[in-house]
């Protein structure tokens, strides 16, 4: 059972009203909630209205996603620029998020599910030269096993360290780039890491 971000406002004013295929209705209705709470049964999160399709009328400031998600999809919440808190329920089955899934967004910190696999290139990147990114700490629940960080999954943003998990098996191109903050990176003991992208710490203060 999948969710979609693209309609919910559409259907906060219809009901359960047909919408057509690729519709998009940029402008959330006056009364409309800032915090979306997912519905529990929910498997995986998406946005219909294409790549990047939220745009900044996203109106989102908070999002908790119920211990069901296993998948955050490609896009799901870019560009939601006020969004600033995200919370997976306790005994999440998160797997994957997606390419983009939070790019451009404004978050102060995550707290990363333990079943977390792969993390989606860009999936966090500050995308914008006019935003400033709040996003200074990410932990990963004890017991991770994260094995990927794609490329440019946290760029430019605000991290000043960052404990990765012994399962980590790579990191990618250009992941934690223009993080001018970031001082500290720890390897957890019995660390399985293979490789490291090019420019993966580029322009930190390592």
């Not at 519709?23 to 929910?42: K, L, R, S, Y």
């Not at 999440?92 to 939070?102: D, N, P, R, W, Y």
């Not at 430019?156 to 990618?172: H, K, M, Q, R, W």
């Given at each position: 059972?999948?969710?979609?971000?693209?309609?919910?406002?559409?259907?906060?004013?219809?009901?359960?009203?047909?919408?057509?295929?690729?519709?998009?209705?940029?402008?959330?209705?006056?009364?409309?909630?800032?915090?979306?709470?997912?519905?529990?049964?929910?498997?995986?999160?998406?946005?219909?209205?294409g790549?990047?399709?939220?745009?900044?009328?996203?109106?989102?400031?908070?999002?908790?996603?119920?211990?069901?998600?296993?998948?955050?999809?490609?896009?799901?919440l870019a560009?939601c620029?006020d969004?600033?808190?995200?919370?997976?329920?306790?005994?999440?089955?998160?797997?994957?998020?997606?390419?983009?899934?939070?790019?451009?967004?404004?978050?102060n910190?995550?707290?990363?599910?333990?079943?977390?696999?792969?993390?989606?290139?860009?999936?966090?990147?500050n995308?914008?030269?006019?935003?400033?990114?709040?996003?200074k700490?990410?932990?990963?629940?004890?017991?991770?096993?994260?094995?990927?960080?794609?490329?440019?999954?946290?760029?430019?943003?605000n991290?000043?360290s960052?404990?990765?998990?012994?399962?980590?098996?790579s990191?990618?191109?250009?992941?934690?780039?223009?993080?001018?903050?970031?001082?500290?990176?720890?390897?957890?003991?019995?660390?399985?890491?293979?490789?490291?992208?090019?420019?993966?710490?580029?322009?930190?203060?390592?």
């Amino acid at each position: 059972q999948g969710f979609d971000v693209c309609f919910q406002w559409f259907e906060f004013e219809n009901g359960d009203a047909d919408v057509p295929p690729g519709d998009f209705f940029p402008e959330p209705p006056p009364g409309f909630p800032d915090e979306m709470i997912i519905p529990d049964g929910t498997d995986y999160v998406y946005n219909s209205c294409g790549t990047f399709g939220t745009g900044n009328d996203c109106p989102y400031k908070a999002v908790h996603f119920p211990a069901s998600v296993k998948s955050i999809l490609n896009a799901a919440l870019a560009e939601c620029t006020d969004l600033k808190n995200v919370t997976f329920a306790e005994g999440s089955v998160l797997e994957t998020i997606g390419l983009g899934a939070f790019l451009g967004t404004n978050l102060n910190s995550l707290h990363l599910p333990a079943t977390l696999e792969s993390i989606g290139d860009m999936a966090f990147v500050n995308c914008c030269a006019d935003l400033t990114s709040d996003l200074k700490t990410v932990t990963f629940a004890e017991g991770s096993v994260l094995k990927s960080i794609g490329e440019v999954a946290f760029a430019f943003t605000n991290l000043n360290s960052v404990d990765f998990p012994a399962s980590l098996e790579s990191i990618g191109a250009v992941a934690f780039q223009g993080c001018t903050d970031l001082k500290t990176v720890t390897f957890a003991e019995g660390s399985v890491l293979k490789s490291i992208g090019e420019a993966a710490f580029a322009f930190t203060n390592l």
